[in-house]
Each structure stands twice: as structure tokens, then as C-alpha cells.
């Protein structure tokens, strides 16, 4: 193994658990807002996991990752919006 390999955090099957558990919330819930469609819930999904690793991984608690989770997602979205309108604008000028 070499030895300028970062090492990952371990995390317990509870954890997993509850990390599996809190993003399947923040689906739900950005589902019912209508920021995500029904089609975009996988490709989500393994953002939200890697975003979850991280936080998780910085000593967040469970409540902080929640919120952060459908805060990012809520941010990509609404950019992406922003982008799409500011091209159609300059395609229509």
C-alpha cells in the first residue's frame, strides 16, 4: 500500500444506515418542493452521497447534514436555472 495514499474514514453499518435513511428525506422532500423531477433522482442520489462523505466525514451531526444536503442541491438547481435563462437570453437578443 503506498504511503502517500489518504487514508478514508470508516463508518459503522449504523451510520450507513442513517446516512442512506437521510438522504432518501432530503429526495423526498426536494421532490414534494419540485426542485428535483422523478428522472433525476438517481443522478442525485450518488451526488447527495458524495456530498454526505464529505460532511459526514468533518464531524457534521445528522441535522447539519440534512440541511446541508438540500441546501447544495437546492443551490445546483437554481443555478442551473440561472444559466439556462441567461442562454436564452442572449440566443433571443
Known sequence: ???TKELRPAF???ALSTFEHTMDEVLTELLADGVLS?????ETRARL???LMRFAS???SV???RQL???AVRNEQSSARHRKEC????TAA
Open 38 to 42: 422523478s428522472r433525476d433522482v438517481n
Open 49 to 51: 452521497a458524495q456530498k
Open 58 to 60: 468533518s464531524g457534521r
Open 12 to 14: 459503522t453499518s449504523e
Open 1 to 3: 500500500m503506498s504511503t
Open 63 to 65: 441535522t447539519q447534514i
Open 69 to 71: 444536503l438540500s441546501r
Open 87 to 90: 442562454r436564452r437570453r442572449r
